[in-house]
């Protein structure tokens, strides 16, 4: 399976996130497994997260380690997702991951959906 390693991540990942990711991981019995990143068409404001676990990379992904969490990111979605961090919250509003995207120039409500400047779909 080929894959690209790059030296820095497309997605950055808070220690929070990382933790979570991996208990998560083991209450799912995917341990060993990485994060899968993509964007997908959909939702409100034109594009949707996507987040998986997959035992290993796709044919073409980039692929690299944040503090032993493998991460794979589409290379369709490298664009849009640039300088993104992933973060877990927890506040009165419920818990979860979140996406920090500095490429989101709109987004929707709930704040999984999002739009970037070059999209036709921007507002």
């Known amino acids: ?6 030296p820095r991540p497309i997605v950055g990942l808070t220690p929070k996130a990382i933790e979570k990711v991996f208990a998560t991981m083991q209450s799912e ?20 997260y996507s987040i998986k676990f997959a035992e290993q990379p796709n044919e073409g992904d980039i692929a690299y380690e944040i503090d032993k969490l493998r991460v794979f990111v589409d290379p369709g979605s490298v664009e849009k997702l640039e300088g993104t961090v992933l973060d877990y919250v927890d506040g009165m509003y419920g818990a979860g991951l979140k996406f920090t995207n500095p490429n989101a120039v709109h987004s929707c409500g709930c704040g999984s959906s999002f739009s970037t400047e070059n999209d036709e779909t921007a507002n």
Request: proline share 0%; with cysteine.
């Open 29 to 48: 019995g995917r341990s060993g497994h990485g994060l899968r990143l993509s964007v997908v068409k959909g939702g409100c404001s034109g594009y949707e």
């Open 1 to 6: 399976m080929t894959e690209t390693h790059t």
